[in-house]
């Protein structure tokens, strides 16, 4: 067998109780067979069976494109018939011939073969006599002409690239001046590719076909054999509408792309502009808790500057009393029982201070960080600088009356004032451990971790 066989379909078609046919070849594993049922409007423009005795033929070429991106061009005969029990016209014989995926060459062995499984259909199906079937026709044995089917293989081309991608949507009917003219008017098809550009293409000598089909006003396009054959007809018209239906098929595709397009853009600069304003939101947080930051961190300062300038003042006051206190003999003052008990009650009173003071964890403080520990040390200094403040205060007090009958009520206003001195430094010291303790989880909240790896 001819190797491009297994690119050709063929077999039988017909009318003889509703539309059947029998196939062979590669139409086995495509099913191209039903492209080649007659249309209504060709098959009632046949002439009456008994009339025409099977005299008149007609031809049809289609190109279609079918599954898996093949394409498929075929070409039939039909010859006008009865049906079984029914005089009704339009009914049919046929016969046709495949490609897959590459066009005819060779038109006179298409022909031929197609004559030829007609031949067979009228003498095994066909009552001559009525014409008009006789059997069904569906899936039915036939003889094959393999010898024109290996000139067509042999002949056979690639499928050219068609000069544009639309078609008209009506067909192209030839009407042929005779019988002898087919095999021409198909070469030039052929090598026109004018099946890229029409729907389909029928030819066929018959007057009545001609009468019938010129009188249908849209679908079919008619032209002369002898137009086509003198090259009187160029298709030129045809090919400038096709292209210009191509342009205008192609904006419409690329407007809709650019509009497809267009939305997508506005979706993501939608989406953009959220995301830049829900950055400016966080980065306005952020400068907000930052500003809150730096007006804590001037405040903290502010305070240790006072701290500071205080404690200067202190110094400069128990500078200038040094000598008031050295005279002082605190063992001779509670002279009044009453008294020695309210100086014994601030005297414990200020060892509690003390014992606080020296109970608090030196080596936690000193751990912190380094903000932390500056303002401990402050801290320390105040309370310090505090209760020496409040003793010289006391003293001066004291001191600075020499009536004896006025020491008791002196002594009890210097131990009032030192106790409640006492009561504001215990108060004072539990407010700053609390302060440290707030400010170094702050702080070491915002400091980055330190790396572990040794450089």
């Given at each position: 067998?001819?190797?491009?066989r297994?690119?050709?379909?063929?077999?039988?078609?017909?009318?003889?109780?509703?539309?059947?046919?029998?196939?062979?070849?590669?139409?086995?594993?495509?099913?191209?067979?039903?492209?080649?049922?007659?249309?209504q409007?060709?098959?009632?423009?046949?002439?009456?069976?008994?009339t025409?005795?099977?005299?008149t033929?007609?031809?049809?070429?289609?190109?279609?494109?079918?599954?898996?991106?093949?394409?498929?061009?075929?070409?039939?005969?039909?010859?006008?018939v009865?049906?079984?029990?029914?005089?009704?016209?339009?009914?049919?014989?046929?016969?046709?011939?495949?490609?897959?995926?590459?066009?005819?060459?060779?038109?006179?062995s298409?022909?031929?073969?197609?004559?030829?499984m007609n031949?067979?259909?009228?003498?095994?199906?066909i009552d001559?006599?009525?014409?008009?079937?006789?059997?069904?026709i569906?899936?039915?044995?036939?003889?094959?002409?393999?010898?024109?089917?290996?000139?067509?293989?042999?002949?056979?081309?690639?499928?050219?690239?068609?000069?544009?991608?639309?078609?008209?949507?009506?067909?192209?009917?030839?009407?042929?001046?005779?019988?002898?003219?087919?095999?021409?008017?198909?070469?030039i098809?052929?090598?026109?590719?004018?099946?890229y550009?029409?729907?389909?293409?029928?030819?066929s000598?018959?007057?009545?076909?001609?009468?019938?089909l010129k009188?249908?006003?849209?679908?079919?396009?008619?032209?002369?054999?002898s137009?086509?054959?003198?090259?009187?007809?160029?298709?030129?018209?045809?090919l400038?509408?096709?292209?210009?239906?191509?342009?205008?098929?192609?904006k419409?595709?690329?407007?809709?792309?650019?509009?497809?397009?267009?939305?997508?853009?506005?979706?993501?600069?939608?989406?953009?502009i959220?995301?830049?304003?829900?950055?400016?939101d966080?980065?306005?947080?952020?400068?907000?808790?930052?500003?809150?930051?730096?007006?804590?961190?001037?405040e903290?300062?502010?305070?240790?500057?006072?701290?500071?300038?205080?404690?200067?003042?202190?110094?400069?006051?128990?500078?200038q009393?040094?000598?008031?206190?050295?005279?002082?003999?605190l063992n001779?003052?509670?002279?009044?029982?009453?008294d020695?008990?309210?100086y014994?009650?601030?005297?414990?009173r200020?060892?509690?201070?003390?014992r606080?003071?020296?109970?608090?964890?030196?080596?936690?403080?000193?751990?912190?960080?380094?903000?932390?520990?500056k303002?401990?040390?402050?801290?320390?200094m105040?309370?310090?600088?505090?209760?020496?403040?409040?003793?010289?205060?006391?003293?001066?007090?004291?001191?600075?009356n020499?009536?004896p009958m006025?020491?008791?009520?002196?002594?009890?206003k210097?131990?009032?004032?030192?106790?409640?001195?006492?009561?504001?430094?215990?108060?004072?010291?539990?407010?700053?451990d609390?302060r440290?303790?707030?400010?170094?989880?702050?702080?070491?909240?915002?400091?980055p971790?330190p790396?572990?790896?040794?450089k």
């Amino acid at each position: 067998m001819v190797e491009n066989r297994k690119f050709i379909g063929f077999g039988i078609v017909g009318a003889p109780k509703g539309r059947q046919y029998s196939n062979a070849g590669a139409d086995k594993e495509i099913h191209f067979a039903k492209y080649f049922d007659l249309s209504q409007i060709y098959g009632g423009a046949l002439p009456s069976p008994k009339t025409d005795q099977l005299s008149t033929t007609l031809y049809y070429l289609t190109y279609q494109g079918i599954t898996n991106g093949q394409k498929v061009l075929g070409i039939a005969e039909y010859y006008s018939v009865g049906e079984m029990g029914q005089s009704r016209p339009g009914s049919y014989l046929g016969s046709f011939v495949e490609a897959i995926n590459t066009r005819f060459t060779s038109a006179e062995s298409i022909f031929s073969a197609l004559d030829k499984m007609n031949q067979y259909q009228i003498m095994n199906f066909i009552d001559r006599q009525e014409i008009s079937y006789n059997a069904l026709i569906d899936d039915v044995d036939f003889i094959s002409p393999e010898t024109e089917l290996d000139t067509i293989a042999n002949s056979l081309q690639k499928l050219r690239t068609p000069s544009i991608s639309v078609a008209f949507k009506d067909d192209l009917y030839i009407y042929l001046s005779n019988d002898r003219e087919c095999i021409d008017i198909l070469n030039i098809i052929l090598e026109k590719d004018l099946y890229y550009i029409y729907n389909n293409i029928y030819f066929s000598s018959s007057d009545e076909i001609y009468e019938r089909l010129k009188n249908k006003k849209k679908g079919i396009k008619i032209i002369s054999s002898s137009s086509l054959l003198s090259s009187t007809v160029s298709f030129s018209n045809e090919l400038s509408t096709l292209y210009q239906q191509e342009i205008l098929q192609l904006k419409q595709k690329y407007q809709h792309q650019l509009e497809y397009q267009r939305k997508i853009l506005e979706v993501e600069k939608e989406s953009e502009i959220s995301a830049i304003m829900n950055d400016n939101d966080r980065i306005g947080r952020q400068l907000q808790e930052a500003e809150a930051n730096l007006r804590m961190q001037a405040e903290y300062f502010q305070n240790n500057k006072t701290l500071v300038n205080f404690a200067e003042d202190m110094v400069k006051v128990f500078s200038q009393n040094k000598e008031n206190i050295s005279l002082i003999d605190l063992n001779e003052l509670p002279t009044i029982q009453s008294d020695r008990n309210l100086y014994q009650d601030l005297i414990e009173r200020f060892d509690k201070v003390n014992r606080n003071i020296k109970e608090l964890d030196f080596h936690y403080i000193m751990q912190k960080p380094k903000e932390v520990r500056k303002e401990s040390i402050f801290t320390w200094m105040f309370f310090v600088l505090s209760l020496i403040f409040a003793i010289v205060i006391g003293v001066q007090r004291f001191t600075g009356n020499n009536m004896p009958m006025n020491n008791g009520e002196n002594l009890n206003k210097l131990t009032n004032e030192l106790a409640t001195k006492l009561d504001n430094i215990e108060n004072k010291l539990v407010e700053q451990d609390n302060r440290i303790k707030e400010i170094s989880n702050s702080l070491i909240k915002k400091r980055p971790i330190p790396s572990n790896k040794k450089k």
